[in-house]
């Protein structure tokens, strides 16, 4: 399992699974705010599996 989510892809996932998981607490209210794990842990790990499902990687290492 190599990393195939580039540093700017990572920042931005961050950034969307953390309002989702705000909007739990704030606004709406909804429990559908929880799927912002899925973002905020493949941002962490630096691994997509649907990524890999679809041929992307945004890392700039090469393999």
């Known amino acids: 399992m190599g990393k195939n989510v580039g ?10 699974g953390l309002v989702l ?5 704030v ?3 909804t ?3 929880w799927i912002g794990i899925v973002p905020l842990a493949t ?4 691994f997509c599996p649907a990524y890999r499902l679809i041929g ?3 890392c700039g ?3």
Do not use: E, H, S, Y
């Not at 540093?7 to 969307?16: E, G, Y």
């Not at 941002?43 to 630096?46: D, E, I, N, Y």
């Open 21 to 25: 998981i705000a909007l739990v607490f």
């Open 27 to 29: 606004g709406p209210q």
């Open 43 to 46: 941002a962490l790990v630096g």
């Open 61 to 63: 290492l090469k393999r």
């Open 7 to 16: 540093n700017v892809d990572r920042i931005l996932r961050v950034v969307v």
């Open 31 to 33: 429990p559908w705010g």
């Open 56 to 58: 992307i990687n945004t």
